[in-house]
């Protein structure tokens, strides 16, 4: 099964927003040190929030077959996850929570059948980048708190976050701060390096969930 060493998930529902620059530019960064990424836009998927139906306690997988199968199994085999989302009405965006809560099949594999489909040993790590148009960085750290919970029912050690605030969706957006940009390049140079640290003291292990 191919895969990437790091999932970057855009949580904007503007396909081309800020949210987006920002992943871009991170995962240009982790390139330039030869990891390789891939960038998957929420809002152009198609799948349902998560039904609490508790199905997925019986085998730590969710019933419902639509785009967050494929999700799951990139989160799964990737080194590292990075989100991005903006800020709507005090924390994150719909569509990342949504993507977020179909992840309820982890936490049933982790805390009801004690089978982590993501385990310790494999080293993963995620990063969190923030923006928004509001100057009240709380928001921000709002968001952040829903990540980190999301990130250790994963299994993934969260490496921190970068908050934007005060950013326009008209154009250029956050590619008008150029001290912006230089800062996530970098975001995405640093989380590379650490991946490649660790490619050589961590084996992933998750692709067993997937031949069932």
């Not at 799964?76 to 993507?99: D, E, N, W």
């Not at 993501?118 to 980048?129: T, Y």
């Amino acid at each position: 099964m191919n895969s990437v060493d790091v999932l970057a998930i855009s949580g904007s529902p503007r396909v081309k927003g800020n949210s987006k620059s920002l992943l871009e530019e991170f995962l240009k960064g982790a390139g330039e040190k030869g990891i390789k990424g891939e960038l998957i836009i929420i809002n152009k998927l198609n799948f349902r929030p998560c039904q609490a139906c508790g199905a997925c306690s019986r085998d730590g997988i969710c019933v419902l077959k639509d785009d967050m199968q494929e999700v799951h199994k990139k989160a799964s085999l990737a080194r590292g996850i990075v989100v991005a989302a903006p800020i709507h009405f005090g924390s994150m965006s719909s569509q990342t929570k949504m993507m977020i809560d179909r992840f309820q099949a982890f936490w049933a594999a982790k805390h009801v059948l004690e089978k982590p489909r993501i385990g310790e040993e494999e080293g993963k790590i995620g990063f969190f980048i923030c923006v928004e148009g509001s100057p009240v960085k709380k928001f921000c750290h709002s968001a952040y708190d829903i990540v980190q919970v999301f990130y250790d029912i994963l299994n993934v050690e969260n490496r921190g976050m970068l908050c934007y605030s005060e950013v326009r969706t008209a154009a250029p957006g956050i590619r008008g701060n150029p001290q912006a940009m230089a800062q996530v390049y970098q975001a995405g140079v640093d989380f590379a390096e650490e991946i490649i640290k660790r490619k050589t003291e961590y084996q992933v292990s998750s692709a067993h969930w997937f031949k069932r």
